[in-house]
């Protein structure tokens, strides 16, 4: 990833010196070898602080509503294939102008999921990861493990089919082509096949784990409410027990709000504390919206998404 | 197993009756509740209405708060496509009902729980048929057990 970095802060630092951009989001080291943080560049001689590698797994979507001010001038935005889907999602839905952000798209091979390394690693801190190929090597005190890629990225990496934003003004090196379709995903299709009570099983567990920090829908581009349902006192809809009821509905209701919106980025998934899953979920409204509605989020700025809008010869077969 | 004996004891009771919460549109399909009540259509007398302005109107999280506070299937009933009071209410709450029954089947809910139709003002008959099989349906599937809210109240010590 070394000269994909080299070639984006050289980009950064032309486009600050240039007044094109007032500021831009991206990412710089974090507090840890596998961590990176999001940080947000206004002066040309922070750009060395700007990195790009698997660790990069935020969606900087969801600080462009916080970080632009009318009459600031253009916001730059380092752009994986999920962040930019998120940004078109924004224009799409009103929240930014188009004029308003300049998306500098990069090349995504996948990011980390933490907790799947830290499996690998049995819990131990890693100072230093290198990628060789394939694999990517994790390097601690008194140990190092070479693991498959494959192995420790997120889910919704895996199951990937844009890697790159499908709007960008400029692009550090080459974008990478979108699948053709939907790449498969095995998890998905053998849960599909479980029979009902299987599945209800799954998750009331995976959900009673959950303790309700809502980390998964602050990190989610799309829950950019003002106020949270979960949130409202008056009239107050959302249950505050711990009451697994409660919780249960609380997951519906977050992804029934972001169905035809999602574009499962993961980053709902990988904020989560207990590691619960959430990506089963988002993707089964995704696809029930592409068969049914024909609409994929994130790809055209210009169409209404598809809960905002409607067509009479909707199919209606489960409707009495 | 304790659970298996509160399934027979409550599921099976003889006297036990689905208790369903139908919202019925107030332009098409209350107007069709009505008709079927003057019109003295016999139809089972497990639901309770809630008027609502629209289809459109029900948001999915009232859906919820029903079956986890203690309704063992809902209903909700619109204009016929095309006839909405207010020209798309109904084409839109499709869309959201759609999405949601097919969310709560793949996590596993019982696909009878929760149902939709289209009932006209001048559909009395079709109201009582509509409840009819929304009542035999839920009564098949038994009192509802999943997404209920399970808090006992607890005993004030003093
Ligand atoms: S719900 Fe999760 S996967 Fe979907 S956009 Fe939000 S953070 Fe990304
Ligand atoms: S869960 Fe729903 S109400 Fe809460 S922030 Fe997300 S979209 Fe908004
Ligand atoms: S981040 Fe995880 S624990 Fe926190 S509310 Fe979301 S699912 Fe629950």
Same mark, same amino acid.
């Given at each position: 990833?070394?000269?994909?970095?080299?070639?984006?802060?050289?980009?950064?630092?032309?486009?600050?010196?240039?007044?094109?951009?007032?500021?831009?989001?991206?990412?710089?080291?974090?507090?840890?070898?596998?961590?990176?943080?999001?940080?947000?560049?206004?002066?040309?001689?922070?750009?060395?602080?700007?990195?790009?590698?698997?660790?990069?797994?935020?969606?900087?979507?969801?600080?462009?509503?916080?970080?632009?001010?009318?009459?600031?001038?253009?916001?730059?935005?380092?752009?994986?294939?999920?962040?930019?889907?998120?940004?078109?999602?924004?224009?799409?839905?009103?929240?930014?102008?188009?004029?308003?952000?300049?998306?500098?798209?990069?090349?995504?091979?996948?990011?980390?999921?933490?907790?799947?390394?830290?499996?690998?690693?049995?819990?131990?801190?890693?100072?230093?990861?290198?990628?060789?190929?394939?694999?990517?090597?994790?390097?601690?005190?008194?140990?190092?493990?070479?693991?498959?890629?494959?192995?420790?990225?997120?889910?919704?990496?895996?199951?990937?089919?844009?890697?790159?934003?499908?709007?960008?003004?400029?692009?550090?090196?080459?974008?990478?082509?979108?699948?053709?379709?939907?790449?498969?995903?095995?998890?998905?299709?053998?849960?599909?096949?479980?029979?009902?009570?299987?599945?209800?099983?799954?998750?009331?567990?995976?959900?009673?784990?959950?303790?309700?920090?809502?980390?998964?829908?602050?990190?989610?581009?799309?829950?950019?409410?003002?106020?949270?349902?979960?949130?409202?006192?008056?009239?107050?809809?959302?249950?505050?027990?711990?009451?697994?009821?409660?919780?249960?509905?609380?997951?519906?209701?977050?992804?029934?709000?972001?169905?035809?919106?999602?574009?499962?980025?993961?980053?709902?998934?990988?904020?989560?504390?207990?590691?619960?899953?959430?990506?089963?979920?988002?993707?089964?409204?995704?696809?029930?919206?592409?068969?049914?509605?024909?609409?994929?989020?994130?790809?055209?700025?210009?169409?209404?998404?598809?809960?905002?809008?409607?067509?009479?010869?909707?199919?209606?077969?489960?409707?009495? | 197993?304790? =659970?298996?004996?509160?399934e027979n004891t409550i599921g099976r009771h003889k006297d036990w009756q689905p208790k369903i919460l139908a919202f019925l549109c107030n332009w098409c399909s209350y107007a069709g509740a009505d008709l079927a009540g003057v019109s003295r259509i016999q139809y089972p007398p497990n639901i309770r209405v809630v008027r609502i302005p629209c289809s459109g109107r029900v948001n999915p999280i009232f859906i919820l708060k029903c079956l986890q506070n203690g309704f063992d299937g809902v209903l909700v009933s619109g204009c016929h496509p095309g006839d909405c009071h207010y020209i798309s209410g109904n084409y839109v709450a499709r869309r959201k009902f759609a999405v949601l029954k097919t969310l709560l089947e793949f996590?596993?809910? =019982?696909?009878?729980?929760?149902?939709?139709?289209?009932?006209?003002?001048? =559909?009395?008959?079709?109201?009582?048929?509509?409840?009819?099989?929304?009542?035999?349906?839920?009564?098949?599937?038994?009192?509802?057990?999943?997404?209920?809210?399970?808090?006992?109240?607890?005993?004030?010590?003093?």
């Amino acid at each position: 990833m070394a000269d994909v970095e080299q070639v984006l802060r050289e980009t950064v630092r032309k486009l600050l010196q240039e007044q094109k951009v007032c500021r831009v989001i991206g990412y710089a080291r974090g507090s840890s070898a596998l961590r990176s943080t999001p940080v947000f560049i206004e002066d040309e001689k922070d750009a060395d602080s700007l990195v790009f590698d698997i660790t990069c797994g935020n969606n900087l979507t969801q600080y462009l509503k916080k970080c632009g001010k009318a009459g600031d001038g253009r916001v730059g935005i380092v752009a994986k294939g999920c962040d930019g889907r998120a940004v078109v999602q924004y224009i799409a839905e009103g929240q930014v102008k188009r004029e308003g952000i300049l998306i500098i798209g990069i090349p995504c091979e996948g990011v980390l999921d933490h907790r799947k390394a830290c499996d690998k690693t049995q819990g131990r801190e890693v100072s230093e990861y290198r990628i060789e190929g394939e694999k990517v090597v994790l390097k601690g005190k008194d140990f190092e493990v070479s693991l498959d890629k494959f192995d420790v990225l997120s889910d919704s990496c895996r199951r990937c089919r844009y890697p790159s934003p499908p709007v960008h003004d400029v692009f550090i090196t080459e974008p990478k082509e979108a699948a053709s379709q939907e790449p498969e995903c095995k998890e998905f299709d053998e849960f599909e096949k479980l029979d009902a009570s299987e599945r209800w099983a799954f998750f009331e567990n995976e959900f009673s784990k959950c303790i309700r920090c809502y980390a998964c829908r602050n990190a989610c581009p799309m829950c950019y409410c003002e106020e949270c349902f979960v949130d409202q006192s008056n009239p107050q809809w959302f249950g505050k027990s711990t009451d697994l009821s409660d919780t249960m509905i609380f997951h519906i209701v977050r992804v029934l709000h972001t169905a035809g919106r999602c574009v499962d980025c993961g980053a709902c998934e990988r904020a989560c504390p207990l590691g619960i899953n959430l990506g089963l979920l988002n993707k089964k409204v995704e696809k029930e919206i592409q068969e049914r509605f024909g609409y994929t989020s994130g790809l055209d700025p210009d169409e209404t998404p598809a809960m905002a809008a409607f067509d009479e010869e909707d199919k209606q077969e489960f409707i009495l | 197993m304790i =659970e298996a004996k509160v399934e027979n004891t409550i599921g099976r009771h003889k006297d036990w009756q689905p208790k369903i919460l139908a919202f019925l549109c107030n332009w098409c399909s209350y107007a069709g509740a009505d008709l079927a009540g003057v019109s003295r259509i016999q139809y089972p007398p497990n639901i309770r209405v809630v008027r609502i302005p629209c289809s459109g109107r029900v948001n999915p999280i009232f859906i919820l708060k029903c079956l986890q506070n203690g309704f063992d299937g809902v209903l909700v009933s619109g204009c016929h496509p095309g006839d909405c009071h207010y020209i798309s209410g109904n084409y839109v709450a499709r869309r959201k009902f759609a999405v949601l029954k097919t969310l709560l089947e793949f996590m596993g809910l =019982e696909p009878g729980r929760v149902q939709f139709s289209w009932v006209s003002a001048g =559909e009395g008959e079709k109201f009582a048929q509509v409840v009819t099989k929304v009542t035999e349906d839920v009564k098949k599937l038994g009192p509802a057990r999943k997404l209920v809210r399970n808090l006992e109240p607890t005993e004030t010590k003093y």
